[in-house]
T-cell receptor
Framework: DGGITQSPKYLFRKEGQNVTLSCEQN?????MYWYRQDPGQGLRLIYY???????QKGDIAEGYSVSREKKESFPLTVTSAQKNPTAFYLC?????????????FGPGTRLTVT | DAKTTQPNSMESNEEEPVHLPCNHS???????IHWYRQLPSQGPEYVIH???SNVNNRMASLAIAEDRKSSTLILHRATLRDAAVYYC?????????????FGKGTLLTVNP
């Protein structure tokens, strides 16, 4: 089955530690995205990548880093510089097109930092 | 980015139609109207999108006002599985802007 996988579903870390969230897709999509969602809020864009080896900052990139070495993978690192890292993190992918912005989302990773 | 306004919450009964409104008075001529929904503790799911004409798919219908300043997502027969947060999102056509801006959406409750 084609889709997006994120692992793990739940992640716990101590404050001051960097943590990397995994996102893999087998949809052959060029574009990939990372969003953050806080309780009762909509999604906010952290980073996005339209092609391999290229990515752009979204609205809330501070304290995060990404890499895009392979088309199917777009890992997100939450660094110790991120002041409020506890959140629900969602990865998405899409084909590049001019008439539709249909993004396919993974199941998410719920990160708790204490 | 053009903004959308949706009610915070709506309630429906199972097997009845649901009309979810969205206002987007500052929409530009090239903006597409997208709808996504998010079930509890899951990632959002694409529902439907349109530009000017009304659209139908297996999940829902999208009715777009003639002046495009508002639209309505129609679920023809609500089921308990339709209980979710529904997001109305505008996106620009062409170029390299693929950004989806999610507001708080409308929380739909479906009563059995």
């Amino acid at each position: 089955d084609g889709g997006i996988t994120q692992s793990p579903k739940y992640l716990f870390r101590k404050e001051g530690q960097n943590v990397t969230l995994s996102c893999e897709q087998n949809l052959n999509h060029d574009a990939m995205y990372w969003y953050r969602q806080d309780p009762g809020q909509g999604l906010r864009l952290i980073y996005y990548s339209q092609i391999v080896n290229d990515f752009q900052k979204g609205d809330i990139a501070e304290g995060y880093s990404v890499s895009r070495e392979k088309k199917e993978s777009f890992p997100l690192t939450v660094t110790s510089a991120q002041k409020n890292p506890t959140a629900f993190y969602l990865c998405a992918s899409s084909i590049q097109g001019v008439t539709s912005y249909e993004q396919y989302f993974g199941p998410g990773t719920r990160l708790t930092v204490t | 980015d053009a903004k959308t306004t949706q009610p915070n919450s709506m309630e429906s009964n199972e097997e009845e139609p649901v009309h979810l409104p969205c206002n987007h008075s500052t929409i530009s001529g090239t903006d597409y109207i997208h709808w996504y929904r998010q079930l509890p503790s899951q990632g959002p799911e694409y529902v439907i999108h349109g530009l000017t004409s009304n659209v139908n798919n297996r999940m829902a219908s999208l009715a777009i006002a003639e002046d495009r300043k508002s639209s309505t997502l129609i679920l023809h027969r609500a089921t308990l599985r339709d209980a979710a947060v529904y997001y109305c999102i505008l996106t620009g056509s062409g170029g390299s802007n693929y950004k989806l801006t999610f507001g708080k959406g409308t929380l739909l409750t479906v009563n059995p």
